[in-house]
């Protein structure tokens, strides 16, 4: 009796968890977003998290990792991005220069937004720079990972003496 129970127990599991239908729905937006800011926590009291980088960076340049979170495209998609001025106090050309896009080319995932950081010499302080992906007419930026905050560090000037 105990074989056949078991038996019937065993062709009831076949039978009844071998045919079940699983329907998961498969999301088919596109959006963009900063790497950063999926990897690293926000700044306390803000949305976004912030790099720190000395403005003698080395090769001058930072580049911040842009995900397109979507099917790859067959073509190169040019993404736009802009300077918010609440949350920047560094000033374009003097601390910094950026074009205002990004081009995230065909059949990838990624690029970089690329910053030039100056050289503004020993002057100390630090100097913030607010980023903010918009995207383009197909791909949008993504609400939670649209910004990155980027604080350009100044050394101390030497000591007088």
Do not use: H
């Amino acid at each position: 009796m105990k074989k056949i129970i078991s038996l019937f127990s065993l062709v009831m599991v076949f039978l009844l968890g071998s045919c079940i239908e699983q329907n998961y729905p498969i999301w088919e937006g596109a959006v963009v977003e900063f790497q950063t800011a999926v990897t690293t926590a926000p700044v306390a009291g803000q949305t976004y998290p912030r790099v720190t980088v000395a403005n003698n960076v080395q090769g001058g340049v930072v580049n911040l990792q842009v995900n397109l979170v979507a099917r790859q495209r067959p073509s190169d998609e040019t993404i736009t991005y802009r300077v918010v001025p609440e949350g920047t106090t560094a000033v374009q050309g003097t601390d910094y220069n950026v074009t205002g896009s990004l081009v995230i080319p065909a059949n990838s995932s990624t690029a970089n937004l690329t910053v030039q950081i100056v050289n503004t010499g020993a002057i100390g302080g630090f100097v913030d720079l607010l980023l903010e992906l918009e995207g383009n007419a197909n791909i949008p930026a993504s609400e939670n990972y649209k910004r990155v905050q980027v604080r350009i560090t100044r050394p101390n000037p030497p000591a007088a003496g």
